[in-house]
């Protein structure tokens, strides 16, 4: 940041003035692992477990199923405190029982959860994509298996072919057919 002072006092005000305010708000942005978890609905409900002790009750998550055929649903926090999803409790992270706000969860599936509004979503050929706030840019959703869990990850760009953003696995104890690739899961 210290760096980048010099080159703003070089800038014609009002070209200085909006990059400032938009570094700003890229730090005040919490990382993608504060933004983004992992959700699952079984027969109790559906649990988001997510790097983020702070969130609140009603605050919206969009659930993202991106295996085919992809789908989004809008969900908000029903409480807070919870264990959170089972597959992901070893992995330090904080849970919260989630209510559908529009469309259908499936069962036992693992979720990509985005906390907050702003985020836009689409769906094109078979892949959703997200535009993150303060991120720019369209980001590509995946989830593939592994022997025995489901990693979910955000792409730069489309998947499997920009820098990986975001990265979750969620234990199932099963046997499955692996479907990673190798950039998916390192």
């Known amino acids: 940041m210290e760096a980048i002072r010099p080159v703003i006092r070089l800038l014609p005000a009002s070209t200085a003035l909006i990059l400032g305010l938009w570094i700003a708000n890229a730090q005040s942005l919490p990382p993608l692992t504060a933004r983004v978890g992992v959700a699952v609905k079984s027969a109790t409900g559906i649990c988001l477990s997510i790097g983020n002790g702070q969130l609140s009750e009603k605050q919206a998550v969009t659930l993202v199923d991106p295996s085919k055929p992809p789908s989004v649903i809008q969900a908000e926090i029903a409480s807070t405190g ?5 597959g992901a409790r070893e992995q330090g992270l904080s849970g919260y029982s989630l209510r ?55 792409w730069q760009g489309k998947p499997l072919s920009g820098a990986r953003l975001w990265h979750q696995y969620y234990y199932l104890n099963q046997d499955l057919q692996q479907t990673c690739k190798d950039r998916d899961t390192q």
Do not use: N, Y
């Open 82 to 86: 919870v264990a959170g999803c089972p």
């Open 100 to 154: 559908v706000v529009k469309g259908e969860a499936p069962d036992f599936t693992p979720l990509i959860g985005v906390v907050g509004r702003g985020d836009k979503f689409k769906t094109q050929r078979g892949v959703v994509s997200v535009q993150l706030s303060g991120a720019g840019g369209w980001h590509g959703m995946r989830s593939c298996t592994s022997t025995d869990g489901v990693h979910l990850t955000i």
